[in-house]
């Protein structure tokens, strides 16, 4: 599975930026996709993922504010981010979750794309 990210820039805070994510290759085999971020001098971070059933979980900083999407005829994932603060600058990376193998004993595999930098000016 390649993951292509997009969306990424400079906004100021309260504005908005969609953040878009396509996957490629064994693209059935994705059971899960989704965002995780990065700031300067901390860890990596869930933003927010989406299973293949719609289930839909966010970090608390950013619930009622980023909303989760995707289009399985075109294997995106999209991530819409409204009333950004500047807390919110970080390097956004899409992630998701293949598995493969028989049944009984299926292979977890996790893909990142490439970062895509978003900064929110105060």
């Known amino acids: 599975v390649q993951l292509q990210a997009s969306g990424g820039g400079l906004v100021q805070a309260g504005g908005s930026l969609r953040l878009s994510c396509t996957a490629s290759?064994?693209?059935?085999?994705?059971?899960?996709i989704g965002w995780y971020r990065q700031a300067p001098g901390k860890q990596r971070e869930l933003v927010a993922g989406i299973t293949n059933g719609g289930g839909t979980n966010y970090a608390d900083s950013v619930k009622g504010r980023f909303t989760i999407s995707r289009d399985y005829a075109e294997n995106t994932v999209y991530l819409q981010m409204n009333s950004l603060k500047p807390e919110d600058t970080a390097v956004y990376y899409c992630h998701a979750v293949s598995e493969a193998g028989p049944v009984e004993r299926v292979n977890r595999y996790d893909h990142w794309g490439q970062g895509t930098l978003v900064t929110v000016s105060s």
């Open positions: 290759g064994r693209t059935r085999s994705i059971t899960a």
